[in-house]
């Protein structure tokens, strides 16, 4: 069998000592979907529409802007907020030890116990806890509230929705910036093959294989652009 990484006593210590980075894949599948998604809609809905070349391209780049930076900033925003959101628990933590420490110590106790400790094991872990103030609310943050020990930056978020957006997005126009022939069938095959290595891609971190997560991410995206399609045609007569 093999194993993702190795359990020697120097390889567990060297990758204990490794700082712990955040993931932006999140992001980047985030503004990478979207971004196919929202700009082959405007593709989908204007050739239903029976609207010109020309308007796909205006109004494609005009999403591409538009919307990404409004999703980059949207992204930036929450993230920031759960940063901020971080940093008051501690603080508030930081304030009960020093008002009532035993009543926080009592709170590791039960923590502790909830994992199976007792008797001197549990003594020992709850004394070795509280004993640096930096693990006591640590743990707190982790135990009580749930947070993640690990934050993404707000801006490295906002940065990877915003680039991803305008990469996967820029793909179903590219068959009308050059001008080519039958550009709505090859806008059609680029973007599924977009939407399918996005899934693919993702599956990475996830139990499922590489083929269903593309497949599935392929139909989600399709059902949108078809819905696009489908409002452009029956409004057709509207413009």
């Not at 700082?19 to 809609?41: C, E, H, K, L, N």
């Not at 923590?111 to 609310?137: F, Y």
Request: net charge negative.
């Amino acid at each position: 069998m093999t194993l993702e990484h190795g359990h020697s006593a120097d390889e567990i210590r060297g990758r204990l000592a490794e700082d712990r980075q955040p993931s932006y894949i999140r992001d980047w599948v985030y503004g990478g979907i979207d971004g196919a998604i929202t700009t082959f809609a405007i593709v989908a809905g204007v050739v239903g529409a029976a609207l010109s070349a020309n308007v796909i391209v205006v109004l494609g780049l005009a999403n591409l802007l538009a919307d990404g930076l409004s999703m980059a900033a949207s992204n930036y925003s929450g993230t920031k907020a759960e940063v901020d959101d971080h940093a008051r628990l501690r603080e508030v933590e930081r304030r009960h030890i020093a008002a009532a420490p035993e009543g926080e110590r009592e709170e590791i106790r039960q923590i502790l116990q909830s994992k199976g400790l007792t008797g001197r094991a549990l003594d020992d872990a709850v004394a070795a806890i509280t004993s640096n103030e930096e693990t006591w609310i640590e743990t707190m943050l982790i135990e009580e509230y749930g947070l993640s020990p690990v934050l993404r930056k707000p801006l490295l978020s906002g940065a990877s929705t915003f680039a991803a957006f305008l990469i996967c997005g820029s793909v179903p126009l590219f068959p009308y910036l050059f001008g080519v022939e039958a550009a709505f069938s090859i806008a059609i095959a680029m973007t599924a093959a977009v939407f399918f290595g996005i899934g693919a891609l993702k599956a990475r971190w996830s139990l499922a294989s590489w083929w269903v997560s593309g497949l599935e991410t392929l139909g989600v995206g399709m059902l949108a652009a078809a819905a696009a399609f489908a409002v452009g045609y029956l409004l057709r007569d509207l413009v």
